[in-house]
């Protein structure tokens, strides 16, 4: 597992969400945050084997509020989410889906798309 996304992943956990890798099969009623790595984007080959890697993932934010709500500290999770994305992909994450409603869980919903190197 990418070291950078085992940050990531403890930095998503930190938002104060419920949160899970790779979805659940039954989704928490209020806020939520999901995120996988979903699979590899890139490699670089030499003396006949892979010596680098990257790997592309998501994370997806399920808010009541439309700005996406705030946690216990007053910061908005949206806000959290990019900063922590920043921390650990650098520049290489961006925002897919910015707060759209959906009528079947109730939520605004917003994902980012994100890539790692191991």
């Known amino acids: 597992m990418?070291?950078?996304?085992?940050?990531l992943e403890a930095l998503?956990?930190?938002v104060g969400l419920p949160?899970?890798?790779n979805e659940w099969n039954t989704r928490p009623t209020g806020a939520y945050i999901t995120?996988?790595?979903?699979?590899?984007?890139g490699a670089d080959?030499?003396?006949?084997?892979?010596?680098?890697?990257?790997?592309?993932?998501?994370?997806?934010?399920?808010?009541?509020?439309k700005r996406g709500g705030?946690?216990?500290?007053?910061?908005?999770?949206?806000?959290l989410i990019e900063a922590a994305l920043t921390e650990c992909c650098g520049g290489c994450w961006q925002m897919e889906t910015k707060g759209t409603w959906e009528r079947e869980t109730g939520l605004?919903?917003?994902?980012?798309?994100?890539?790692?190197?191991?």
């Not at 995120?35 to 984007?41: C, I, Q, R, V």
């Open 2 to 7: 990418p070291e950078d996304y085992l940050r």
């Open 70 to 79: 705030t946690d216990q500290r007053g910061a908005g999770y949206v806000q």
């Open 108 to 118: 605004f919903h917003y994902e980012w798309s994100f890539e790692v190197e191991s």
């Open 45 to 65: 080959y030499g003396d006949d084997r892979k010596v680098a890697r990257a790997w592309a993932g998501s994370v997806d934010l399920y808010a009541e509020k």
């Open 35 to 41: 995120y996988a790595l979903e699979f590899e984007a």
């Open 12 to 14: 998503l956990k930190a």
């Open 19 to 21: 949160c899970a890798e």
